[in-house]
């Protein structure tokens, strides 16, 4: 297999990683807020997209991801307000996370 | 903080005026309650000589809109001149707290798994103190406080926007719901001459710091608090029950009549029932509504929708119909077993 193959393998199966975990995260919103979820644009924010999403929903939100995915959010380390205020970037965060935790 | 401390703090801006605090009455219309700057410094002053200490700095997870969090998160550290932290405007900012600080921490009941997270930080202090006011707290804050004694205690507040602090106990590490509570000083206690102790009645105060209601002249004589309590003690008591359909979600009222009423009158087409959900892991209390409108085209985020500025429920549950005993009312039993 030449090095571009491999490239665009890699490319593709992250591609699909990312499909599955915004899948994902968007179920553990859909749990929560039902249809409003369902038509999230992936780069909204959640706080003005979703009625009642407030300081607490935000918390419990991060919860159920990490339920979700079985990883824990660090919240010092970690800018929480940003990773976790739209999908695309939750989806990011958690795919990083996790591969940080396969490797 | 120290008695000494409250009684030289500066005066307010603003002279001696009279501070309005929201609550939702029982028409679900917020009604207006007035305290004196002197019932605040009291309140601070006793709960700060009692409970609190010394501190150098205070980290409030509760909106000073509200009672609890004007007390303890603005007239504290205005007070003991202590530097404050305003933690709930972004419970998501890092902790700011310096080695070997003595941390008053204000919490709500969503603040104990921000503290359990920020726990690395905090314990760089060299003590640290908890209130928790008036909704019963989550399972991680006794577990931190299992996990964190004897750098960490806390305490929980029982009080509301009428009557201020009325009694307090020790936040145990084991879970305390049947611990009694212990009145502070200046709250005096109504009950029938004769009452046996044993038997269940309604918790109704009297005390220098009940608030004037908005129809009033002046606070009232007594209070009734809607708690259903049994006396162990001539100033000692456990809580067994509201006598309404009160909780307190991350220490906000929420009155389930006024939800059932504005989902009944929003969403006609569906049947909504909400009921007292304990035991919520972030929020302390919380509630359930379950529905159902099958066909009618509602869904989940039209429930969320006409709640409004209601706190949300813990979870929606729909169901295929409601089930009602023989005389029509919702079947609570049968309803909590489809959960």
């Known amino acids: 297999m030449h090095t571009s193959d491999r490239t665009s393998e890699h490319t593709s199966h992250r591609a699909s990683d990312h499909t599955e975990t915004s899948t994902r995260v968007l179920a553990v919103l859909e749990k929560r807020f039902g249809d409003a979820a369902r038509t999230l644009a992936p780069d909204a924010d959640l706080s003005d997209a979703l009625p009642g999403f407030d300081s607490l929903a935000a918390l419990e ?42 490797a | 903080m120290t008695a000494r401390a409250a009684r030289t703090a500066e005066p307010r801006a603003g002279g001696r005026d009279e501070i309005r605090f929201d609550t939702s009455g029982s028409t679900g219309v917020a009604r207006g309650w007035f305290r004196l700057p002197h019932q605040m410094e009291r309140e601070v002053e006793l709960i700060g000589t009692r409970l609190v200490g010394q501190v150098d700095r205070v980290i409030n997870y509760a909106p000073p809109q509200h009672l609890f969090g004007a007390l303890f998160g603005q007239w504290l550290p205005r007070m003991a001149k202590v530097r404050v932290h305003q933690a709930w405007t972004d419970p998501f900012e890092p902790l700011p707290v310096r080695p070997g600080e003595r941390v008053l921490v204000v919490c709500v009941p969503m603040a104990w798994d921000l503290l359990r997270r920020g726990w690395p930080t905090l314990k760089r202090a060299s003590s640290v103190v908890a209130l928790h006011s008036s909704a019963a707290p989550p399972p991680t804050a ?62 109704v105060v009297r005390g220098p710091r009940l608030a004037r209601p908005e129809s009033g002249t002046g606070p009232p004589a007594q209070w009734a608090t809607g708690d259903l309590v049994r006396f162990t003690g001539p100033r000692t008591f456990r809580l067994v029950g509201r006598g309404s359909s009160l ?43 379950l529905w159902s409108g099958r066909g009618s085209g509602v869904g989940v985020a039209d429930i969320r929708a006409a709640l409004g500025d209601f706190p949300g429920p813990s979870r929606i549950v729909e169901l295929a119909c409601i089930p009602r005993t023989s005389t029509g009312k919702p079947d609570r039993e049968a309803l909590l077993s489809a959960l």
């Not at chain 1, 939100?61 to 739209?86: H, K, L, N, P, Q």
């Not at chain 2, 020790?170 to 044993?198: K, Q």
Request: net charge negative; with cysteine.
């Open chain 2, 142 to 203: 006794h577990a931190l406080v299992r996990r964190a004694a004897p750098l960490l205690r806390a305490h929980e507040i029982l009080g509301s926007t009428e009557t201020g602090g009325i009694a307090h106990r020790r936040l145990a590490p084991e879970g305390n719901s049947a611990a009694p509570w212990e009145a502070f000083p200046d709250i005096s206690f109504v009950r029938d001459v004769g009452t046996p102790a044993e038997r269940k009645q309604e918790l």
């Open chain 2, 247 to 289: 909780i307190k979600v991350n220490g906000i009222k929420v009155h389930l009549a006024r939800v059932d009423e504005r989902l009944g009158a929003r969403l006609p087409q569906a049947e909504c029932v909400a009921l007292p959900l304990p035991g919520d892991s972030l929020a302390g209390e919380g509630y359930v509504v």
């Open chain 1, 61 to 102: 939100y991060v919860t159920a991801v990490e339920g979700e995915f079985g990883i824990e959010v660090d919240f010092v380390g970690d800018d929480v307000r940003y990773w976790f205020s739209t999908l695309d970037r939750t989806a990011e965060y958690v795919r990083e996370c996790v591969e940080d935790q396969a």
